[in-house]
């Protein structure tokens, strides 16, 4: 990219992979979650939809700092990642996707479930006398009615990503290359004496970014309204 | 055979139906709408749990609370037609269509291009479920759960929520299902004029308990059917056979009992079995050979039974030949005429409703495996 320096490209190219790999982490648990949620009663059920929208009402920072508790070295589950997997997640941009996920999670989920409240049952249910199982009926009925929400989640998540701030640094720090991504980049700028015009370049690169997702999350949701007959 | 005896508790809503019937043949479950018949259809596809009963299907027990016994909707090969269709929304006609084909298991007794003849769906293969009319989504709906293979066809109302001409439409298609493919169905229906084209067997049912059940001509004198399709609708239902057509006239002659109609029927052969209705309050009763009369159809037989009607009349049921009719006279006249069971008497019929060709047509297809 000619018009880009390269630590901007650096920050922008990395906060495209945080939220990719953010996106890939999150969407299968989310399918699950928004299904479960929406389809199912069990115990705990209301208690599972509080937790599952806390990073909306939580302060960021708190969430960061909850992760580095529970996935840090010596946390529980991060001590127990890197013994059986070798897997590192402070200071990596896998660490940052974890953060930029939890986040992001809500917003995917609802989208989902709003989705798949207007799935018709009724279908399923004509797909179920016809001799498909359970398994069988969410793959061929149930996603596929329920892809406009889960491309619009997927997209709102993506977006979402690109922006998280507190989260990323309380978990992952602001290392360049690593766990600087956009935001984070624009934060060091603008703490930087004379890093007005950096700053403002990065503020552009962001708003041209989040533009540009959520035109594509429109067009891609009239494409399969009207794949969809409606 | 089909047997069902299930019972149902939804709020204070209860269902009690108990039926028992030869297949294959259409069974009409009839009854005002809100009287549970689709609730016990769910229960019969198993997307309803029952609270309990039975439901065994030919040698096939799909459900059985006393002994734990219930077999998932998914693996009872029942076919089910709603009525919204429920076409899925996603994909092509054709491919609602392989969809219940893919999943079939058992012996598979029509292929697609059965269907689509039967159906006329050829030129809606590649349409997208949008745009079919509601007419065309109710042909699609019906051949997709076909091509399941199923062993029971369930049809809820199918076209309830189609108007008047496209009722028509689809109409005739159904005709053609029951008469070429030895499928047994069930068929949910408020509307009697459609039970009268289409079944062989009646189940009447009022809030939530079957009341009676039979043969349509056995039913059509129910008594019970009056209070729900109202005493100026009923009438007898009988089967009848052409013997040709009244060269003065025109009008095809018919065989009803010993006795003889005169109806006007399109392009009827000699030996086609058609279904009339005579309705009580078209019929006249009399204790003497009428002579001097317009009134060309006259039956004689025997009276076998006067039952009260309502406070001004009577309803007189007349054995004509091993068939049952049904006249509709006030109580001065059954007073007047001294009508009482055994009493010969002639029943002067004013008019005679072509109620579709009935069916002992011999199967096409049929849907018992080969080995069977």
């Given at each position: 990219m000619m018009w880009l320096n390269p630590s901007e490209t650096e920050a922008l190219s990395l906060s495209l992979s945080v939220a990719a790999r953010s996106v890939v982490l999150s969407l299968p648990l989310a399918v699950a979650l928004a299904w479960a949620l929406t389809r199912r009663r069990f115990f705990g059920h209301t208690l599972l939809d509080a937790f599952v929208h806390l990073p909306l009402v939580l302060p960021p920072v708190m969430v960061g700092y909850l992760l580095l508790l529970m996935?840090?070295?010596?946390g529980p589950v991060g001590g127990w990642l890197e013994r059986v997997?070798?897997?590192?997640?402070?200071?990596t941009r896998n660490g940052a996707a974890l953060a930029t996920a939890v986040m992001s999670f809500p917003l995917m989920v609802r989208a989902m479930r709003i989705s798949l409240e207007n799935v018709d049952r009724g279908l399923e249910e004509a797909a179920r006398t016809l001799g498909a199982g359970a398994l069988d009926r969410f793959a061929t009925i149930t996603l596929p009615l329920m892809l406009p929400g889960v491309l619009a989640g997927a997209i709102t998540a993506f977006s979402a990503a690109l922006g998280e701030f507190g989260a990323v640094i309380t978990f992952?720090?602001?290392?360049?290359?690593?766990?600087?991504t956009l935001p984070l980049a624009l934060y060091t700028a603008l703490q930087t004496p004379d890093g007005d015009v950096a700053a403002a370049r990065l503020a552009l690169i962001s708003f041209v970014l989040g533009l540009g997702g959520l035109l594509l999350s429109e067009w891609f949701a009239r494409r399969v309204r009207r794949l969809l007959g409606h | 055979m089909f047997s069902v005896a299930v019972t149902k508790r939804r709020g204070s809503f209860v269902l009690d139906a108990r039926f028992e019937l030869p297949t294959p043949g259409v069974v009409a479950l009839f009854?005002?709408?809100?009287?549970g018949k689709s609730t016990l259809v769910n229960v019969i596809a198993g997307l309803l749990d029952a609270d309990g009963g039975r439901v065994v299907l030919d040698d096939r027990v799909l459900l059985d609370t006393e002994n734990r016994i219930f077999v998932a909707p998914e693996c009872r090969r029942i076919g089910y037609v709603f009525q919204d269709a429920r076409?899925?929304?996603?994909?092509?006609v054709a491919a609602n269509l392989e969809y219940g084909r893919r999943r079939a298991t058992g012996h598979?007794?029509?292929?697609l291009d059965t269907v689509a003849t039967l159906l006329d769906l050829g030129s809606l293969?590649?349409?997208?479920?949008?745009?079919?009319?509601g007419g065309e989504r109710q042909r699609v709906a019906i051949g997709r759960a076909l091509l399941s293979q199923p062993s029971l066809l369930l049809l809820?109302?199918?076209?309830?929520?189609?108007d008047a001409a496209r009722r028509g439409e689809v109409l005739p298609y159904l005709e053609n299902l029951r008469d070429q493919l030895a499928i047994p169905m069930v068929y949910v229906s408020h509307d009697f004029d459609e039970v009268m084209r289409l079944a062989t067997y009646v189940v009447l049912m009022n809030s939530g308990k079957t009341i009676a059940q039979g043969g349509v001509g056995d039913m059509s004198l129910n008594l019970d059917l009056r209070s729900i399709i109202g005493a100026d609708a009923v009438g007898a239902i009988v089967d009848g056979t052409v013997l040709g057509?009244?060269?003065?006239?025109g009008l095809m002659r018919v065989r009803v009992g010993r006795g003889e109609l005169k109806v006007q029927a399109p392009n009827a052969e000699v030996g086609t079995k058609l279904r009339v209705q005579l309705l009580a309050r078209d019929l006249i009763v009399a204790t003497e050979a009428p002579q001097?009369?317009?009134?060309r159809n006259i039956l004689s037989g025997v009276v076998t039974a006067v039952t009260s009607d309502d406070a001004e009349s009577d309803l007189i049921a007349m054995d004509i030949g091993g068939t049952l009719i049904m006249a509709r006279v006030t109580k001065a006249a059954t007073r007047e005429l001294a009508l009482r069971p055994g009493l010969s008497a002639w029943a002067l019929v004013k008019a005679v409703s072509l109620r579709g060709h009935s069916f002992a047509v011999p199967a096409v297809i049929s849907n018992a495996s080969p080995d069977a």
């Open positions: 996935f840090g070295t010596r997997f070798g897997i590192d997640l402070i200071f992952v720090s602001n290392i360049p290359g690593e766990t600087r | 009854g005002r709408s809100g009287c076409l899925f929304p996603h994909l092509s598979r007794f029509v292929n293969m590649d349409r997208r479920t949008h745009q079919l009319s809820d109302e199918p076209l309830a929520s189609l057509t009244d060269a003065r006239s001097h009369l317009s009134v």
